[in-house]
């Protein structure tokens, strides 16, 4: 990187590293200082960035939205497996007055738009489950203002609700509880409401807070009420946003299309993004070639809360990436450099820090802590043995030492279990079976001691007198 970045042959880069006694391959990481000084000696000027220079400014963090426009919410539709989630979004879709019933080429994108009858907008998010919604949590990125939560009249709440709920409570996002599927024989809403109780949502209609509808998405029932609930309630939650900020917003969804190169489905959270302006996502930045609404058409610019399609994309972004709108293409260069470089210590800082505990664990035994592990990983040729022997080993412990089953399975000692055996200092014990070929010889190469029985007995009792030894001899 450092070598295309000087225009530079890598080969060249790395014999002057070994000049100077680093023996690097083409993918090793080099500190600031060594680049600087191959910079230097092949010629190059250096120009140091303070390191928080870089992301600095590229979204406003204490920004006052109360003197801005309103702006439509953003929904997510969750609940349990078959409750009908996805017929609940289809059919909300189908409603739309803006598109009318024909519909045109409805594209799947990510998200898409609807007016409700009330006559405001309504994003929604077409990726339903609480695991896109969490995930995106996960990544920082806030894209829902109001949970739409599917139960069915037919089934009741379900593990999946339970969990829904617990996602939107966790997310501080307010629910409206659609109860679907009315139109079924066994539909029981009454029931849905007094269980949804035990998970403390209060619906309406029990003298709580929680809006209800009763829906069929099956026959259309009840769906303009709901919308019309969702626009209630995002006025309650009065939602704004500056439309005349440089944009920034979340990635949904991304993709690489064969014909049209790297397309990303962005919720703008704020500000408005035009055609042609310079975007940053994640590691990824690009040129706007086309912003393409829900329904296929090709925008000029893209609003608050409004879904959009990016073309123009150099990669393709990750969903739950932020998307911000900078100045210039070598902004854009620097900002995504940087990115790439912290994400990459980072991945190093991990390595070295499981190196470093593992290397702990095994000082820690060299050095004897209050109670010695005596560390084993146990083959056995049927499940039946293996458990046995992990009973008869658990017990022969005793204050000062014990034994510690790493791992237990059945078959032929592998080189995995070398490996894990190495790493942690462990024997490996095989009861019936052998070592393959490969895992005897990694086994030999790393000093692992490996043994094998055929009688539970002697295996116990070869254990038990080998962790005496680890004891103290004045015990
Ligand atoms: P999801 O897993 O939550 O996305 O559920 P789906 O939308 O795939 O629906 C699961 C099943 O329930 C499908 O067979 C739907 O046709 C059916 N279904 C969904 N909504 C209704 C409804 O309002 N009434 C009836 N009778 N069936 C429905």
Do not use: C
Request: glycine residues 8%; charged residues 30%.
């Amino acid at each position: 990187e450092l070598a295309s970045r000087m225009a530079e042959r890598a080969v060249d880069v790395i014999k002057l590293l070994m000049k100077q006694g680093q023996m690097m391959k083409i993918t090793d990481v080099i500190d600031s200082d060594t680049a600087q000084l191959i910079a230097e000696e092949l010629g190059h000027t250096v120009k140091r960035v303070a390191e928080s220079d870089v992301e600095e400014g590229l979204y406003e963090t204490d920004y006052d939205d109360s003197e801005t426009e309103t702006r439509p919410p953003v929904v997510t539709i969750m609940g349990h497996v078959d409750h009908g989630k996805t017929s609940l979004l289809d059919a909300v879709r189908k409603t739309d007055v803006v598109r009318g019933e024909a519909g045109g080429i409805t594209q799947h994108i990510g998200a898409y738009q609807v007016r409700s009858p009330l006559g405001g907008l309504i994003t929604f998010i077409d990726t339903p489950g609480h695991a896109a919604f969490s995930s995106m949590r996960a990544r920082g990125a806030k894209v829902t203002d109001i949970v739409v939560l599917v139960v069915a009249a037919d089934d009741g709440v379900k593990p999946q609700t339970i969990e829904a709920i617990s996602h939107a409570k966790a997310a501080e996002v307010p629910l409206i509880v659609a109860i679907n599927k009315i139109d079924k024989p066994g539909a029981d809403p009454q029931r849905v409401r007094t269980e949804l109780l035990q998970h403390d949502i209060q619906v309406e209609s029990m003298g709580g807070e929680t809006l209800e509808f009763e829906v069929s998405a099956l026959k259309g029932t009840g769906l303009k009420e709901l919308l019309e609930g969702i626009q209630l309630q995002a006025e309650l939650l009065d939602l704004r946003a500056d439309p005349e900020a440089s944009a920034e917003g979340t990635v949904i969804e991304a993709k690489l299309d064969r014909g049209r190169g790297p397309v990303a489905t962005v919720l703008i959270q704020r500000g408005t993004l035009y055609n042609g302006e310079i975007v940053v996502a994640g590691a990824e930045w690009g040129r706007v070639r086309a912003l393409i609404s829900d329904d296929g058409e090709s925008q000029r610019d893209a609003p608050p809360s409004t879904p959009v399609e990016i073309l123009g994309f150099n990669g393709t972004p990750e969903a739950g990436d932020r998307l911000a709108v900078v100045e210039s293409e070598a902004r854009a260069r620097e900002i995504v450099d940087y990115r790439a470089r912290v994400k990459r210590e980072r991945l190093a800082a991990r390595a070295a820090g499981q190196r470093a505990s593992m290397a702990e664990l095994m000082r820690e035994r060299q050095e004897g802590s209050a109670r010695k592990d005596y560390a084993l990983v146990l083959k056995g040729d049927v499940q039946g043995s293996v458990e046995a022997i992990t009973a008869a080993l658990e017990k022969i412990g005793n204050e000062e030492v014990s034994a510690r089953i790493l791992h237990a399975g059945v078959g032929a000692i592998t080189e995995s279990d070398v490996t894990l055996a190495q790493a942690t200092g462990a024997l490996i014990i095989g009861f019936n079976v052998r070592a393959h070929k490969e895992a005897r010889e990694a086994a030999d190469q790393a000093g692992v001691n490996v043994r094998y029985y055929n009688i539970i007995y002697d295996l116990v009792d070869d254990v038990r007198e080998s962790m005496s030894s680890l004891l103290p001899p004045n015990l």
